[in-house]
Nanobody, 127 residues
Framework: QVQLVESGGGSVQAGGSLRLSCTTSRYTYSRFSMGWFRQTPGKEREGVAT???????RYADSVKDRFTISKDYANNIVYLQMNSLRPEDSAMYYCAADQFSRSPGWLLRRPDSFNIWGQGTQVTVSS
């Protein structure tokens, strides 16, 4: 059974930085497309960033030039580096994996296409 384990959330002031980590198995990491999504109460889950097995990435317009998704190949970790955080970035952040390895651009807009999810990690940004 594929497992995704997120960590790195917390509370930070506006303008600060956090780095989220998503750890999984070598098999999942090397073959699946991965993504970070976020959700606030009463709102739909939205795509933040996605990355495929070759390292191609896509970002939501709201986080471009502030967030970076990347892979640590030695440790099977997908990171989301978040800089210049804003209060509107506050949300529960989820890591997800797509076993069909579809394109990052396609997946970014379709969170329901992911069939493997982590438990989430909370990010709170205060003004």
């Amino acid at each position: 059974q594929v497992q995704l384990v997120e960590s790195g959330g917390g509370s930070v002031q506006a303008g600060g930085s956090l780095r989220l980590s998503c750890t999984t198995s070598r098999y999942t990491y090397s073959r699946f497309s991965m993504g970070w999504f976020r959700q606030t109460p009463g709102k739909e889950r939205e795509g933040v960033a996605t990355i495929d097995s070759s390292g191609s990435t896509r970002y939501a317009d709201s986080v471009k030039d502030r967030f970076t998704i990347s892979k640590d190949y030695a440790n099977n970790i997908v990171y989301l580096q978040m800089n210049s955080l804003r209060p509107e970035d506050s949300a529960m952040y989820y890591c997800a994996a797509d076993q069909f390895s579809r394109s990052p651009g396609w997946l970014l807009r379709r969170p329901d296409s992911f069939n493997i999810w982590g438990q989430g990690t909370q990010v709170t940004v205060s003004s």
